[in-house]
């Protein structure tokens, strides 16, 4: 079995800067997204093989630093797993993939499925013992995620929850962080990417994806609009992009890539 987190840590370059230096527009810097991440690298590796001579960097930070440098110009491009929003319409956006967020158990958590009212509850603390939801015995562990993540914004808005009102235990960064927390837990619930959450099941990380009441959380029904919590993974940038930088979200967002976007098990655009 892989290491979820030595995966994620070879697949993105971290370094200290954030914008490309003063090497003749040759060097790209993406910032944002965990969810995006593991996906540019693998475009960015392909893309700098068909361009010799270009680098291209990819740092996390989540949705919102993603947004941010690119409004500010710290970055070329920006990754966020979610839509502009109102007053956003200064920046660009490209969709690259669709994705959905998952509810996560324990692989041995007997649960299956979850109701709305249920996941409501475990989240605002009314619900405290798997018992109440057809679980065994233990303590639940409410596994949050952290301001900015917009995977947390749109479980909230999805759930018409205030994050002032979920009772977590444990508050995380990015999806690895929770798949690795609810794997090490066996009383644990989070939410993820279901991209990532498939992945790293089909990995043998012991985690799994519990129903929306009658709606299975898979890549398949987010490609089908059955999924009630989908979202579109996207590229973007400010006022000002290089060529270099249009570029490379055509590329992103082109045929050329819909493999690697299968194999993050995402769902790739619509022509």
Not at 93 to 105: E, F, M, P, S
């Amino acid at each position: 079995m892989r290491s979820s987190t030595a995966c994620l840590a070879a697949a993105i370059l971290i370094i200290g800067g954030c914008k490309g230096g003063g090497d003749g527009g040759q060097r790209l810097m993406l910032t944002g997204s965990s969810t995006v991440a593991p996906l540019a690298t693998e475009i960015a590796r392909r893309f700098e093989a068909r361009h010799p001579g270009v680098r291209v960097d990819v740092q996390m930070g989540g949705s919102s630093r993603g947004m941010a440098d690119a409004r500010q110009g710290l970055c070329d491009i920006g990754m966020m797993s979610r839509a502009l929003k109102p007053g956003e319409e200064d920046l660009t956006a490209t969709t690259i993939a669709h994705d959905g967020i998952g509810i996560i158990v324990h692989a041995d958590n007997p649960v299956a499925a979850l109701e709305r009212e249920q996941i409501i509850g475990i989240y605002k603390g009314a619900m405290t013992s798997w018992a109440e939801v057809g679980g065994g015995q233990g303590a639940i562990t409410v596994v949050n995620k952290a301001e900015g993540r917009s995977t947390l914004e749109l479980f909230l808005e999805h759930f018409g929850l205030k994050n002032s009102e979920v009772k977590a235990h444990v508050v995380i960064g990015d999806n690895e962080q929770g798949v690795l927390t609810v794997a090490g837990n066996p009383n644990a619930i989070g939410y993820v990417s279901i991209g990532t959450a498939e992945s790293d099941v089909a990995h043998g990380v012991p985690i799994k994806l519990v129903r929306l009441g009658e709606v299975e959380a898979s890549s398949s029904k987010v490609k089908a609009g059955s999924y009630p919590l989908s979202r579109p993974l996207n590229l973007v940038t400010g006022a000002r992009t290089s060529k270099l930088a249009q570029e490379f979200i055509a590329f992103a967002s082109s045929a050329e890539v819909k493999d690697l976007v299968q194999g993050a098990y995402f769902v790739p655009p619509t022509p």
